[in-house]
């Protein structure tokens, strides 16, 4: 897979924003398109002219081929492909698919609540210095006394929000289409009744509006995955950083935030 060039760059989550006039670019972002899609400025809100709608996998495939700055491929098997909006402009895309690890471990409170990891000052100081003030402000503090029961959930029950790209630079717009698309998702006939939670991933030197938009929309940061190149498959260049895990109960889904709570 070949590195961001200067017509790309990586911002807040793992999504790649162009930044260039879109000139040359067949993704159906821009191609048959006299101008560059509209982008509104900062402080702007624009939460409710967002918008997901479906999209065909081959859509999907060529958005991700044109804007995404760490994988090259898509999966075969995924459950739905939204296409991200604004004011009717295609934008972006997602993909919910099952996780690639069939079980994963989670961790609940007395009343049943999803709660992070539990994790030690010791844990903490093993993270890069730039992360540990991260940590400690985004995942809850939570001691083993703290946890009631312990559960393996099958992969069945979780569905991981992956690639979450955009093809425009346009500030917050990837936290309000992640909500709409959240929306869409649970509410459709792809989340079967057997799937539970919502899973995604945050690259963890990135800061920025996702992390609040994420936690407004009932998302958990229960820990981060280690730098770790997959055995089986080919070397990526996304899993040479560490990532924040994010873990959302599909009941109840909250109301779309607004664009003041994702704001600095």
Not at 8 to 22: A, I, K, N, R, Y
Not at 89 to 109: D, V
Not at 147 to 166: K, M, N, P
Not at 183 to 211: H, N, P, W
Request: proline share 7%; net charge negative; glycine share 6%.
């Amino acid at each position: 897979m070949s590195e961001p060039t200067s017509q790309h760059s990586v911002e807040q989550f793992h999504h790649c924003l162009d930044t260039g006039d879109g000139s040359g670019c067949s993704c159906p972002i821009h191609r048959d398109r006299e101008r560059e899609p509209f982008t509104a400025p900062l402080g702007l809100s624009f939460a409710d002219r967002v918008s997901a709608e479906p999209i065909t996998r081959q859509q999907a495939a060529t958005i991700y081929d044109a804007h995404h700055a760490y994988m090259d491929s898509l999966p075969s098997v995924n459950l739905a492909h939204h296409g991200l909006y604004y004011q009717n402009e295609l934008m972006g895309a997602i993909t919910y698919r099952y996780p690639l690890l069939s079980k994963k471990r989670l961790h609940f409170g007395p009343d049943g609540e999803v709660l992070p990891e539990p994790i030690t000052d010791s844990d903490i100081e093993r993270l890069p210095p730039e992360l540990r003030a991260t940590s400690r402000r985004i995942i809850p503090t939570v001691s083993a006394a703290d946890v009631a029961t312990t559960e393996v959930v099958s992969g069945e029950t979780i569905v991981e929000a992956a690639r979450i790209c955009l093809g425009v630079r346009m500030a917050n717009l990837a936290s309000a289409t992640l909500a709409r698309s959240q929306e869409r998702f649970v509410q459709s006939k792809a989340c079967e009744d057997d799937v539970r939670y919502l899973l995604t991933f945050l690259r963890a030197d990135y800061e920025g509006a996702m992390i609040r938009a994420l936690r407004d929309k009932g998302w958990i940061c229960t820990g981060w995955t280690k730098p770790s190149q997959a055995g089986n498959r080919d070397q990526k260049p996304i899993r040479e950083h560490y990532k924040w895990r994010f873990l959302c109960p599909i009941e109840p889904t909250d109301s779309q935030s607004t664009f003041n709570r994702w704001s600095p």
